[in-house]
C-alpha cells in the first residue's frame, strides 16, 4: 500500500511534469491570470454596502457592481482556523484534519493544518506562480510542515493568529519565519499589511502571482486605525463601523495597484469573508451568526472581478463554497486538480464568467467542530437534533450573543431558503418526504466524514483529546 505521504510525492512530481508540458500556454497572460485573494476575517453578510447594509463601503461596492457578486456562498465553518483549512485545501475540515479552530495554549502545540494536505499555494507553484501570503495564518505557524512556508507560499509576512497581548507571541510580526517587530500595535497592521501588498503587486517579475492578503478586520480587538476613527460617524458600533471603512480602503487600495500596475486584465481578485460576523457585525437578512450553523455563520460575502472575464453586474443566487477557489484557481492557471483525494470544491470558471448560472453542487454539509448539525439540498435545508454536549467549546453557551441560537435541538428543522433565508418558518410537518431523504443524505455523510462519536471512513485523525473542550 502507498501511504498518503508517498501519493502526495508522486502526485506533485505529475504536477511538475504537467506544468512542464504546459508551460507555453500556462505562462501566457491569456491561460495564467495573476490571482489576489482578499480574505476578511468575521466580516458579514449584511456589512456591506453592495448586500444591503446602510454602511458605505465604495471600493468592495465598486468591486462588485464591475465583477460577480454571489449571494448564495457557503464557507465550511463558522469560525476562523476550520474555514480557513477548507479553503486552502477545497476540503471540509473533517475531511483535511481541522475541524477545530487552534488557540496559543498548550494543548494545540502541536495541532496545525497537515503536511501532506495539499493547498491552492502548493498546486499553483507547479505552474509556475510566485505566491505570498500576508496576513493572519492561524493554521498552525509554529507546528512542524504547517507553516505558510510549508504550505507552498514563497514568502509571508503577518501576524500568525488572532492578535493578543496576552498570549505568546500572538501580538509579533514575522516575515516568513523571523521577527520583524514584537509587540507591534494592532491598530498599525492594516496599513502595513496594505503597503506589502501593494509593493508586492508592483514589483517587476516574468511569473503570474498567487497574492493571499488575510485580513484581521473585522475579527476582535476593534480597533481601527488612528486615521478611521470617527470617520463612519458616533455612536453605538460606531468603531465597528470605522473598522470596516479601513477595510474597504485597503480593498481600494489594492484594487488600485492592480490597475495601476498595468495588469488589471490579467488579475482575478477574489474578495470573501471568512466565517459569518460575531457580536458586533451584521448577517441580516440572515438568522444567527459565527459560531453557529444558521445561514449567518456559514453564507458569506464573495465577490469575483476580472475586467474582460467575468462579466460586470452579475448578481447569482447560485450556491457555492470556499472550497470551490481550489479547483477554480486550478482551471485558470491550468493545474490539474489532485486526483488522489477527494476535493469536495467545484470548478466555478463557467458560473462567474457567465457560461452557466447553475450551482456546481447538489448539497452541502454543515458542521460545527466536529457535529454534522445540518444539511441542505437546493433550497431546502434540514437542522439535525443536537445537545450542548455535541457542540464545540465555541458553541456551549449563548454568553449574551443573540446570534448564538439552536444550541440544542430535540427535534429537526426543515426551511426552505428560497422563500425563507431567515430560517423563520419550520416546514418540516408540510414535506416530510424532503425531511426523510435529507436525514439519508445525512447518515451517509456522517459514515463518510464523522461526527461527535462516529469516526468517518474519510475523516482525517485531528490528533487533538477532548476536541470539543477549548483546554
Excluded at 439535525?384 to 453557551?397: C, E, S, V
Aim: net charge neutral; proline share 5%; with cysteine.
Amino acid at each position: 500500500m502507498i501511504n498518503l505521504k508517498c501519493k502526495t510525492l508522486l502526485w506533485s512530481a505529475l504536477l511538475i511534469v504537467f506544468a512542464a508540458i504546459n508551460q507555453a500556454s500556462a505562462a501566457s497572460p491569456a491561460h495564467a491570470p495573476n490571482i489576489v485573494l482578499i480574505l476578511a476575517d468575521d466580516v458579514g453578510y449584511g456589512d456591506l454596502g453592495c448586500y444591503g447594509s446602510k454602511r458605505s463601503t465604495p471600493e468592495i461596492d465598486r468591486l462588485a457592481s464591475e465583477g460577480f457578486r454571489s449571494t448564495d456562498c457557503l464557507v465550511a465553518s463558522n469560525v476562523c482556523g476550520p474555514s480557513r483549512a477548507a479553503l486552502m485545501t477545497g476540503r471540509y475540515p473533517m475531511r483535511c484534519g481541522h475541524p477545530i479552530s487552534r488557540h496559543n495554549t498548550t494543548k494545540y502545540e502541536n495541532y496545525g493544518i497537515a503536511g501532506d494536505e495539499l493547498t491552492i499555494a502548493e498546486l499553483l507553484k507547479t505552474a509556475g506562480y510566485t505566491t505570498k501570503l500576508v496576513g493572519k495564518w492561524h493554521l498552525g505557524f509554529h507546528v512542524d510542515g504547517s507553516h505558510p512556508l510549508d504550505a507552498g507560499f514563497d514568502e509571508y509576512t503577518g501576524l500568525h493568529s488572532n492578535y493578543s497581548k496576552n498570549l505568546g507571541d500572538a501580538d509579533t510580526l514575522y516575515r516568513n519565519r523571523e521577527v520583524q517587530e514584537a509587540k507591534v500595535e494592532f491598530e498599525k497592521i492594516t496599513k502595513l499589511y496594505t503597503d506589502e501588498v501593494v509593493n508586492f503587486i508592483q514589483a517587476e517579475r516574468d511569473a503570474p502571482f498567487f497574492l493571499c492578503f488575510s485580513q484581521h478586520i473585522a475579527h476582535a480587538p476593534i480597533l481601527p486605525s488612528e486615521a478611521f476613527q470617527g470617520t463612519s460617524g458616533k455612536g453605538r458600533g460606531s468603531a465597528y463601523g470605522d473598522f470596516l471603512l479601513e477595510l474597504d480602503h485597503s480593498v481600494g487600495r489594492v484594487r488600485a495597484a492592480v490597475e495601476e500596475a498595468g495588469i488589471a486584465e490579467n488579475t482575478l481578485i477574489v474578495f470573501l469573508s471568512d466565517n459569518g460576523p460575531a457580536n458586533n457585525g451584521s448577517a441580516k437578512p440572515l438568522s444567527g451568526g459565527k459560531y453557529v450553523t444558521m445561514e449567518g455563520g456559514h453564507r458569506v460575502p464573495a465577490i469575483f472581478d476580472w475586467p474582460g472575464r467575468v462579466p460586470a453586474g452579475v448578481v447569482s443566487d447560485a450556491m457555492i463554497t470556499s472550497m470551490d477557489l481550489l479547483p477554480l484557481f486550478c482551471h485558470v492557471s491550468g493545474v490539474p486538480v489532485p486526483s488522489d483525494r477527494t476535493i469536495d470544491g467545484k470548478d466555478l470558471f463557467g458560473l462567474i464568467t457567465g457560461a452557466t448560472e447553475q450551482s456546481p453542487h447538489d448539497m452541502f454539509y454543515y458542521y460545527n467542530g466536529l457535529n454534522l448539525q445540518a444539511v441542505r439540498k437546493g433550497k431546502w435545508k434540514l437542522h439535525l437534533p443536537r445537545t450542548i454536549d455535541d457542540q464545540p467549546y465555541w458553541a456551549r453557551r449563548a454568553g449574551g450573543n443573540r446570534k448564538k441560537i439552536h444550541l440544542a435541538l430535540k427535534q429537526p428543522m426543515l426551511f426552505d431558503l428560497k422563500t425563507d433565508t431567515g430560517e423563520k418558518a419550520n416546514i418540516i410537518s408540510k414535506h416530510p418526504e424532503v425531511a426523510s431523504e435529507l436525514v439519508k443524505r445525512a447518515e451517509h455523510i456522517r459514515a463518510e466524514l464523522g461526527d461527535v462519536r462516529v469516526t468517518g471512513s474519510d475523516q482525517r485523525p485531528h490528533g487533538l483529546i477532548n476536541p470539543n473542550e477549548k483546554e
